[in-house]
């Protein structure tokens, strides 16, 4: 896992955590599962979100782009 950092959004200011107001987040990349892919058993096809853990209280920021 990496160092918990600042993230930068796309209009330039920082993330911070809706519930606690934490700027500092460890990124991860989770699987965006949907029944379809699911029932064809092709679970692996499925696109991936990035998401930002918040340090402070836990909450998970899910980004799909």
């Keep these: ?3 918990p950092l600042p993230v930068r959004l796309a209009d ?3 993330l911070k955590c809706d519930t606690c107001e934490n700027e500092l987040f ?11 892919m699911t029932f ?4 692996w096809a499925n696109r991936d979100a990035t998401c930002f853990v918040c340090t402070g ?8 782009w």
């Design 1 to 3: 896992m990496d160092e």
């Design 12 to 14: 330039g200011r920082n």
């Design 26 to 36: 460890e990124r991860h990349r989770w699987k965006l599962q949907t029944t379809g």
């Design 40 to 43: 064809m058993n092709l679970d």
């Design 57 to 64: 209280c836990r909450r998970i920021h899910w980004f799909h």
